[in-house]
């Protein structure tokens, strides 16, 4: 950037877009610094290198600005997770499993842990039973179980992953069912001619 670039020579590229050709690089930054303005590498590899004038400042800001932009799009999967025991109350079931199904509808993957405590660990199928609920809610939600349920010694493990939006195919709205032929109208019987009245 400005005094940095040691090349003798560079192809230049105006603020507007335009071209101004091939120019001593001493004289290219004294149009830029001219216009109050920087000049920039934005090809060191081409032949001789391309530099652009530019407010450096507001094209960092911009950057920086599309960064973020381009993160938020891109956000990258995170491991939720949600614990509960196998004899859970009903309520609080149903509140981790909206939790479950919030965490994947906000694209995050979900570890779902049943602890067993003291002799609860003989029984595993009342977990099982657990997770096949949880299973039959995420389906709702289009989710995949990225790992069946396992035991972990006293633990039953099981990951569900978000559904992918790619390939999925909206739903055809459903044909209006055809309109009842309408009644035929009922015939209209003439009017009565006027009488006759006679002349006085």
Known sequence: MNERIRYPEVRVIDDDGGQLGVLNTREA???AR??????????????????KIIDYGKF????????RESAKKHKQSELKGIKMFPHI???DFDIKVKSAIKFLQEGDKVKVTIAFKGREITHPEFGRQQMEKIVQAANEVGANVEKPPAMEGRQMIMILSPKSSAGVKPAKPAAAPPSAPKPPAAPQSPAPAPSEQPAQ
């Open 29 to 31: 930054l004294s149009i």
């Open 60 to 67: 960092k800001y911009e950057q920086a600005k599309r960064e």
């Open 89 to 91: 109350d009903a309520h």
């Open 34 to 51: 001219s216009r109050g303005l920087d000049l920039i590498e934005v090809a060191p590899q081409a032949q001789p290198p391309v530099c």
